[in-house]
């Protein structure tokens, strides 16, 4: 049975025709130690399969070790959101369902723009950084 | 994305039992920034903003 249903699925499909470049979706699953991780694989396969920009990719955390050290992934399941060619550095820990659903597909949208959609002002402060910020924003389902 | 120093996760944290230990998280959304910042709710582009240079001020770590 599909985890994305029919009414669900035209309004991504609505959403997703205003993408621009690609968007690869890296997910992260490892089905011995974490079963309900390979169900986030599932969900994000058939999220990539609405749409021809969108590409999922399913690597084993344990097996693909160099591809978790590169993205600096730390647990299962996780999804990580990426532009053509260029690496924003999000990434989704846990079934992405509820708000971090909307997120997920927020987070497509803005990858394939390229743009954070932030004010000048907020652009160039963050220019300005001196050191890496690691943002960790944590929800539940409902 | 606006910046390369900034990573961001967004975490569904019934999965993790460690994770809402490890940050005590009663209320969502809670946003933990480089581990020496935190807040609940949602909060304006400003306040974000404000939260993210204090921690860089801090010198909050990145885990």
């Known amino acids: 049975m599909a985890l994305i249903g029919e009414d669900v699925a035209a309004q991504l499909r609505d959403e997703f025709a205003s993408l621009k470049d690609p968007v690869e979706l890296a997910v992260f699953s490892q089905a011995l130690a974490d079963p309900g991780s390979e169900q986030v694989r599932r969900l994000i396969e058939e999220l990539a399969a609405l749409e021809p920009r969108l590409t999922a990719r399913s690597y084993n955390f344990v097996l693909d070790k160099e591809r978790v050290e590169e993205l600096g992934i730390a647990r299962t399941p996780a999804v990580a959101v990426l532009g053509s060619g260029k ?3 999000i990434r989704f820990y ?7 659903f909307g997120s997920l597909i927020d987070a497509i949208l ?3 723009m390229g743009e954070s959609g932030l004010g000048q002002e907020t652009r160039a402060a963050l220019d ?3 050191r890496p910020v690691h943002i960790q924003v944590f929800s539940t389902p409902t | 994305m606006q ?3 900034i990573s961001a996760d967004g975490v569904e944290v019934t999965g993790f ?3 809402a230990r490890k940050y005590a998280i009663s209320s969502v959304p809670k946003t933990v920034v480089s581990e020496s910042v935190e807040f609940v709710g949602a909060v304006p582009e400003s306040m974000l903003l404000e939260h993210v240079q204090r921690a860089v001020e801090t010198g909050g770590l990145v885990s």
């Open chain 1, 128 to 130: 300005s950084l001196s």
């Open chain 1, 87 to 89: 690496d924003y550095g």
């Open chain 1, 110 to 112: 803005l990858v394939s």
């Open chain 2, 3 to 5: 910046s390369e120093k």
């Open chain 2, 17 to 19: 039992p460690d994770l």
């Open chain 1, 94 to 100: 846990g079934m992405p369902s509820g708000y971090e």
